[in-house]
């Protein structure tokens, strides 16, 4: 939450004065407080307290970025099963929420060149990850993954797609295996979507332009 803290801070003085539109993908897996698979199946005996923690944790995301941009426009996919897990009446309601698996794009479906920013929340490991916590890729069938020969996870999909979109993840979150292939994979990802941090930087800027 404090490197999410420290890049609002940043977007707050680039988008002062004008509109900020913010793209947040959520998973189950990586939450905070999930522990178990029965807090992410549907049929599981503890999923209801999973779904909390799942809507709890983007609440406390939207609220910090109400807090710098309180007209900020906020679209929040739920991206884990069936898509529909999120408790949709307990959400901020001024946030716009994509529930439903009928999406072509999936995980970040609805995400375009209009964004200024994309999150990342409650992400888990890639399939075969030693020590990854419920690890897989997609719906589990998936053995491997591969763009341009780097190995990704469905984190390194999502930040390739959103390059190619122009739009830079300010936020990753999810289990500690997750954000340990987030930091090693970084590089790898901007160079797959040809984008940099200084490209990055570049194209917040332009945007308050």
């Known amino acids: 939450m404090k490197k999410l803290v420290t890049l609002l801070s940043l977007f707050s003085l680039l988008f002062a004065n004008s509109s900020?539109?913010?793209?947040?993908?959520?998973?189950?897996?990586?939450?905070?407080?999930?522990?178990?698979?029965?807090?992410?199946?549907?049929?599981?005996?503890d999923y209801n307290l999973g779904r909390k923690l799942m809507t709890d944790e983007v609440n406390a995301v939207v609220s910090a970025i109400y807090e710098y941009n309180s007209s900020a426009e906020i679209i929040v996919?739920?991206?884990?099963?069936?898509?529909?897990?999120?408790?949709?009446?307990?959400?901020?309601?001024?946030?716009?929420?994509?529930?439903?698996?009928?999406?072509?794009?999936?995980?970040?479906?609805?995400?375009?060149?209009?964004?200024?920013?994309a999150i990342f929340l409650g992400y888990h490991a890639r399939a075969g990850t030693a020590r990854g916590f419920l690890a897989h890729t997609g719906s589990g069938s998936v053995k491997g993954l591969w763009l341009n020969e780097t190995e990704v996870g469905e984190g390194g999909l999502?930040?390739?797609?959103?390059?190619?979109?122009?739009?830079?993840?300010?936020?990753?979150?999810?289990d500690d295996v997750f954000t340990i292939l987030k930091e090693e994979a970084e590089e790898d990802v901007l160079r797959l979507a040809g984008v940099g941090d200084e490209e990055i930087t570049d194209s917040i800027t332009k945007k308050t332009k």
Do not use: W
């Open 158 to 174: 999502n930040a390739f797609y959103a390059g190619e979109m122009n739009v830079p993840v300010i936020l990753a979150a999810g």
């Open 20 to 45: 900020l539109k913010i793209f947040i993908s959520v998973d189950m897996e990586g939450v905070g407080g999930i522990g178990t698979s029965e807090m992410t199946r549907a049929k599981g005996k």
């Open 77 to 117: 996919n739920d991206s884990h099963g069936d898509m529909q897990n999120l408790n949709h009446q307990d959400l901020d309601p001024k946030v716009v929420y994509i529930q439903g698996n009928k999406k072509p794009y999936g995980m970040v479906q609805g995400l375009d060149k209009s964004f200024d920013g």
